[in-house]
């Protein structure tokens, strides 16, 4: 998958959105963690867009048991055609590289992830988190929760500094302080928004719908 560019991911459980989601979208993030039986969904996908898999910890914000069914069933993903990235958290490919290689000799891009559902870390423990993210994968990926509007500047100030040192970053504020960062962190350099393509089943705080998003990320380009 192209990163020199924004790519707008509409995310879902439900692979049958992938219509809905082709006015607006580049990608579709699959949550396979929220999806009844995801390699069947897959095997069965015949959509136009390209695929993102996302097999979520409970941890990360996901509904994935952490055992090494989850890593398999990722990994497995990443065999279809169809299935142009994988996202894997930074916390657990420090240990499973192999999931990275196994991307890559499927042509599969990796999208390496941290999530933090509690605060907004500071200036250098974010490009710290975002540089180590990017050994491992394509893009490097950091959703952090805004307490306070100093947060958001913060991280975008992160997002441009590492996109200044060739890094491919995605970052976002969670929730609804920092909300507004899905729309003008692209404007850093961030690489992937992400917005559900039905309002009432966000897969994370403060998403805001797709149609809502693209046309913020159009007016704002
Ligand atoms: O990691 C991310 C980003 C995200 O958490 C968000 O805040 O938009 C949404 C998730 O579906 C995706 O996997």
């Given at each position: 998958m192209d990163f020199d560019s924004l790519v707008l991911a509409a995310a879902?459980?439900?692979?049958?959105?992938e219509p809905a989601a082709r006015a607006h979208a580049d990608a579709v993030e699959f949550r396979m963690d929220l999806a009844n039986d995801p390699l069947d969904a897959l095997a069965t996908y015949d959509g136009e867009l390209p695929l993102i898999a996302t097999n979520r910890t409970i941890e990360e914000g996901?509904?994935?048991?952490?055992?090494?069914d989850r890593l398999d069933t990722l990994s497995r993903a990443?065999?279809?055609?169809?299935?142009a990235a994988i996202d894997v958290e930074l916390a657990t490919i420090t240990d499973e590289e192999w999931l990275a290689d196994e991307a890559r000799d499927h042509d599969a891009d990796c999208i390496v992830s941290t999530h933090d559902f509690d605060a907004t870390p500071s200036r250098s423990a974010m490009e710290n988190t975002l540089t180590r993210a990017s050994e491992y994968g394509t893009v490097a990926k950091l959703a952090v929760t805004a307490t306070d509007p100093g947060d958001v500047l913060d991280l975008l100030a992160a997002t441009h500094a590492r996109t200044e040192r060739g890094d491919r970053v995605a970052t976002m504020a969670m929730d609804a302080v920092g909300g507004h960062s899905r729309a003008i962190a692209p404007l850093y350099g961030s690489r992937i928004a992400y917005a559900p393509?039905?309002?009432?089943?966000?897969?994370?705080?403060g998403q805001y719908d797709l149609a809502t998003l693209a046309g913020l990320l159009d007016t704002l380009d």
């Amino acid at each position: 998958m192209d990163f020199d560019s924004l790519v707008l991911a509409a995310a879902t459980a439900d692979l049958s959105d992938e219509p809905a989601a082709r006015a607006h979208a580049d990608a579709v993030e699959f949550r396979m963690d929220l999806a009844n039986d995801p390699l069947d969904a897959l095997a069965t996908y015949d959509g136009e867009l390209p695929l993102i898999a996302t097999n979520r910890t409970i941890e990360e914000g996901g509904e994935a048991p952490e055992n090494s069914d989850r890593l398999d069933t990722l990994s497995r993903a990443a065999e279809f055609p169809t299935v142009a990235a994988i996202d894997v958290e930074l916390a657990t490919i420090t240990d499973e590289e192999w999931l990275a290689d196994e991307a890559r000799d499927h042509d599969a891009d990796c999208i390496v992830s941290t999530h933090d559902f509690d605060a907004t870390p500071s200036r250098s423990a974010m490009e710290n988190t975002l540089t180590r993210a990017s050994e491992y994968g394509t893009v490097a990926k950091l959703a952090v929760t805004a307490t306070d509007p100093g947060d958001v500047l913060d991280l975008l100030a992160a997002t441009h500094a590492r996109t200044e040192r060739g890094d491919r970053v995605a970052t976002m504020a969670m929730d609804a302080v920092g909300g507004h960062s899905r729309a003008i962190a692209p404007l850093y350099g961030s690489r992937i928004a992400y917005a559900p393509v039905d309002p009432d089943r966000a897969t994370a705080p403060g998403q805001y719908d797709l149609a809502t998003l693209a046309g913020l990320l159009d007016t704002l380009d």
